[in-house]
């Protein structure tokens, strides 16, 4: 019973925080705001999150359900791994560049809490946020760190004889510069591609690199 009222008041603050989120901007949550929506006062908000920057990561999580629930449509016709690997990039470059300032504070920002066990933690409270994912793609998703992530569908490419074993950390770390790039640009306002655009130009670049290496057409 006592943790199903934890879950109960962190849900509450979540809610009101990824409420700001969308209405502000990430850097219009602060935790007089939070409280107040959620109906408590500040400090019982830190009964249940470490500080500001916890509280404002389980909430930008809540940003990532169109993504994760997109991604088992995306992924259905794959007909191999480094198919499904193109897909699952086209997916998250698409939902990200949407919200590049969400995506950036999820994946990018250096934050003093163990993230792998939020990750977990945010999955428990919001379970329908998951959706109904392929087995091959939970790891991916359950990892925060976005090198881990991205390292896992690399992994898989390995597997199927695509890309040589001793590339992986070249591969992944080359393609995640492309995306990173890209994701700050638009954020910085130094481009103005539409998201469609963004899209299309950071997936030539990522299906330039994986050709690179590819062992077999």
């Not at 016709?77 to 590049?100: D, G, M, T, V």
């Not at 920002?109 to 409270?125: G, N």
Request: proline share 3%; charged share 25%.
């Amino acid at each position: 019973m006592r943790e199903i009222q934890k879950q109960r008041m962190m849900r509450y603050f979540i809610d009101g925080a990824s409420q700001i989120i969308e209405e502000e901007g990430i850097g219009g949550v602060t935790v007089r705001k939070v409280a107040d929506l959620a109906g408590y006062n500040s400090a019982t908000l830190y009964n249940y999150f470490q500080n500001l920057d916890h509280l404002v990561f389980f909430a930008s999580m809540r940003f990532l359900k169109e993504y994760a629930q997109s991604l088992p449509s995306y992924v259905k016709e794959s007909a191999n791994a480094l198919e499904r690997y193109y897909r699952i990039w086209e997916a998250f470059c698409f939902h990200s560049f949407n919200k590049p300032e969400i995506y950036n504070a999820i994946f990018f920002t250096k934050l003093d809490i163990p993230l792998e066990e939020s990750i977990k933690v945010f999955y428990e409270l919001y379970p329908q946020d998951l959706g109904e994912q392929p087995q091959e793609l939970l790891p991916m998703l359950l990892k925060q760190n976005i090198y881990d992530r991205a390292r896992t569908i690399v992994e898989a490419c390995v597997k199927e004889g695509f890309i040589n074993e001793e590339h992986i950390a070249e591969v992944n770390e080359a393609v995640l510069l492309i995306y990173q790039g890209m994701l700050t640009r638009i954020i910085n306002k130094q481009v103005d591609y539409s998201v469609e655009e963004a899209v299309e130009k950071t997936m030539g670049y990522i299906r330039k690199i994986i050709y690179a290496y590819q062992l077999t057409d």
